[in-house]
């Protein structure tokens, strides 16, 4: 069993930053891959970033260059770091993984981007 605690949502102006943080219940050295989505109203949940074990990184296309994920190993935290932040990023975010043949969600944090 897994429990993911997202934190850092809130309300920014767009071209704002936000830092989001996933903290794990359990070592995600063992984990290989962890990432974070996304909701918004009357749309389907969407992959906006992962991170492998290994350190490689994916990312949305709508966010490449303004999001980065992190992880904290020493912590068990993965990170969303998000800068110059548009309307459209507002949503639902979810950090997700898959351990031990099963998936894993937080339940959410709130991002507001206003314009």
């Known amino acids: 069993q897994v429990q993911l605690v997202e934190s850092g949502g809130g309300l920014v102006q767009s071209g704002g930053s936000l830092r989001l943080s996933c903290a794990a219940s359990?070592?995600?050295?063992?984990?290989?891959?962890m990432a974070w989505y996304r909701q918004a109203p009357g749309k389907q949940r969407e992959l906006v970033a992962s991170?492998?074990?290994?350190?490689?990184?994916n990312y949305a296309d709508s966010v490449k260059g303004r999001f980065t994920i992190s992880t904290n190993n020493d912590k068990n935290m993965i990170d969303l770091q998000m800068s110059s932040l548009k309307p459209e990023d507002t949503a639902v975010y979810y950090c997700?993984?898959?351990?031990?043949?099963?998936?894993?969600w937080g339940q959410g944090t709130q991002v507001t981007v206003s314009s």
């Open positions: 991170i492998a074990k290994a350190g490689n990184t």
């Open positions: 997700y993984t898959y351990y031990a043949y099963r998936t894993y």
């Open positions: 359990v070592g995600i050295r063992s984990i290989n891959t």
